[in-house]
């Protein structure tokens, strides 16, 4: 099996290669025809898929996986320091990219009809793949620098597609303030990265982690690098791009921009747990800079929730309201690891209690990135549904649709469930997780967090009920059922949400249990590149 | 101290853009204030790069004194490949932002942001 061997040796940069190459040929391909192009970015995308498959089965049996551009051995001789761009691949970034070719495959058979009657399709759909390069890129990748060029690639496109409607104004108005508010955060973090090199003369997070020493600009470095992140994924006082950008663009982009946000978090993660792992339990300062940087985060994390929540309360638009709610599960997650953070700094002295309280929480907030990924994306997929069949995005002029579309229904039912953490579904197991461990390291913590989802519970039965149920409006009587491709992208999102929600063990066991062992252990994931211990 | 002048420059340059971006009205300014940090950050990353007395690290063009006996003053050339790439990078922000800027205009008839509104709810 020599191919199968070559394949998987080389499957990092084609990860990332197979959907760039895609991207430019698929102006040509769309000369041929509508129908064909729809299907060669399916098959790339799904070539991608394979790799994913391929790298992810490797990784989590033989370790980390170190790739380095322009080399066979990890270093040229005579080199001590890693001057070449590498990527380092363990299972925190495996868990990711499975998500995000989740995401992109279900985004790219749902827009098969759902934009079908738009011009500059092909345009639409280079830039789709270029997104899913740089979310790729991003998360492969090991060198800070080739980090902030993908982020940029990811700021481009994305804002290219939120203006996607150019004749609507108000998605004009969306874009300009994504692009100003995520040109800023990358700009943030551009600077940080200067600071960094100049202190220990290398881009690569291993060699950063390696030599890192918390001196006052690394704390400078911290606050940037996770401002400006946090600014890409939406968190709380930064959030107000958030719900403009998921509201205005179209549903099928909406759905790749929740993967697009869910890598700012992950770069946060890497930050946090990587760059600055070992400097968590430093014992230098009065306080530990693990429990600091814990605290804060959970506090942005529980604004989050707050915001999100009751503003979807107050709304009055469909979308809207999911995507501050998009606000809220991301306030879930930063909630849970801020309380990682709290519960390994107060494990110190001699409470191993706390320690496993954090790594439940910890797991919890991974698992909660798949299963937000998800819910969220099923409800922004329905309301593209429903906007397709009825033109229409405001509750006042909605309602009696269960009549027409029985299953886009049972489909919103579905994602309401999860949403809210109700037991048969995945969002149920994540949030169970999350209230269980923040309950030891802060009870309060965990009553904020069970009673912001029921209140949204509240806001998805009242949306549930003006527009599926109630009497039949007399302009909405002719609406019919949405074609079968967004039919099926729904029904594979459905189908996932319910296996997830009836077997979490699976997931946990072999995607999130290793991802959470990857981010704790620091020191693995430096000695692949830097060597010895 | 005089050493220390680009530094302070550089650090001038992000607040008078971070200060552009936060008050000014117009979106052209707010802008031109991104550029201006980006200018900032770019700056920042050519300073670090100086060396004094080192040598571009072009093999074949340097002098012959410094190829026979200190080749380590060559400087190796990172930061200045990271300031191009981010000059790269920050054209394609700018044209981007100025593009939906003229979009903007053509429908709202005006760049004052407090005029800019998406529909009331």
């Known amino acids: 099996m020599n191919w199968f061997e070559l394949i998987t040796l080389h499957s990092p940069p084609l990860i990332v290669a197979v959907p760039l190459l895609a991207a430019f040929l698929t102006p040509l391909v769309s000369k041929i025809n509508d129908t064909v192009r729809n299907l060669f970015v399916l098959i790339m995308l799904s070539i991608t898929g394979l790799l994913v498959l391929i790298l992810g089965y490797d990784v989590l049996t033989n370790g980390i996986r170190v790739y380095v551009f322009g080399g066979g051995a990890p270093l040229p001789s005579g080199m001590n320091i890693p001057v070449r761009i590498m990527f380092e691949i363990d299972s925190m970034t495996i868990f990711m990219v499975i998500i995000t070719i989740i995401l992109a495959l279900i985004s790219i058979l749902y827009s098969w009809s759902f934009m079908k009657d738009k011009d500059g399709l092909d345009k639409y759909y280079t830039i789709i793949l270029l997104l899913v390069t740089s979310i790729f890129g991003m998360e492969l990748t090991g060198d800070l620098f080739n980090f902030f060029v993908f982020l940029e690639i990811s700021c481009i496109t994305s804002c290219a597609l939120i203006a996607f409607y150019v004749n609507k104004k108000e998605s004009l108005d969306a874009a300009f303030k994504y692009i100003v508010i995520s040109s800023i955060g990358a700009l943030f973090i551009l600077f940080a990265i200067g600071l960094l090199y100049a202190q220990y003369n290398a881009l690569n997070m291993a060699t950063i982690a390696n030599a890192i020493q918390f001196t006052f600009f690394d704390k400078i470095v911290l606050v940037l690098l996770i401002t400006g992140l946090a600014m890409k994924s939406g968190l709380a006082p930064m959030h107000m791009w958030l719900p403009d950008a998921y509201s205005r663009s179209p549903a099928s982009v909406t759905f790749i921009l929740v993967g697009a946000t869910l890598a700012g978090l992950y770069g946060s993660l890497r930050v946090i747990f990587t760059i600055y792992g070992n400097q968590l339990l430093n014992t230098g300062f009065t306080f530990y800079p693990g429990l600091i940087i814990g605290i804060i985060v959970t506090a942005l994390g529980v604004l989050s929730i707050f915001i999100g929540v009751f503003m979807a309360l107050k709304r009055s638009d469909f979308k809207k309201m999911i995507a501050y709610t998009a606000v809220a599960e991301i306030g879930y997650m930063f909630l849970a690891i801020g309380s990682y953070l709290i519960g390994l700094a107060l494990s110190v002295p001699d409470n191993p209690q706390m320690l496993i309280a954090g790594t439940y929480a910890l797991k919890g907030g991974l698992f909660h990135i798949l299963n937000d990924a998800l819910d969220i994306g099923l409800l922004f997929l329905v309301a593209g549904a429903v906007y397709y069949a009825t033109k229409q995005t405001s509750l006042n002029s909605l309602g009696g649709l269960a009549r027409n579309m029985k299953y886009t229904t049972i489909f919103f039912l579905i994602g309401l469930l999860a949403v809210s953490g109700m037991p048969p579904m995945n969002g149920f197991a994540s949030k169970l997780l999350i209230y269980q461990s923040t309950y030891q390291i802060s009870p309060i913590l965990s009553i904020i967090a069970i009673i912001c989802s029921i209140m949204l519970l509240a806001v998805f039965v009242k949306v549930f009920q003006s527009i599926f149920l109630g009497p039949e409006i007399p302009s909405l009587k002719n609406v019919k059922e949405v074609p079968k491709s967004m039919l099926a992208a729904m029904a594979l999102v459905a189908c996932i949400i319910i296996f997830i929600g009836l077997f979490p063990n699976i997931i946990i066991d072999n995607l999130v249990t290793p991802a959470a062992e990857a981010l704790q252990n620091t020191t693995t994931y430096i000695s692949t590149i830097v060597g010895g211990t | ?121």
């Open chain 2, 1 to 121: 101290m005089i050493y220390n002048i680009p530094f302070i420059a550089v650090v001038a340059m992000i607040f008078i853009g971070l200060f552009a971006v936060l008050f000014k009205r117009n979106l052209v300014k707010i802008v031109i204030g991104i550029s201006i940090i980006e200018s900032g950050v770019n700056l920042f990353l050519i300073t670090l790069g100086y060396r004094e007395g080192g040598v571009a690290p072009i093999f074949t063009s340097a002098p012959s004194e410094v190829v026979k006996n200190a080749p380590g003053s060559m400087v190796l050339p990172v930061p200045q490949a990271l300031t191009l790439t981010s000059i790269v990078i920050g054209v394609a922000v700018l044209a981007l932002m100025l593009s939906l800027i003229m979009h903007i205009y053509e429908h709202y008839g005006t760049l004052d942001v407090r005029k800019i509104r998406g529909p009331e709810e």
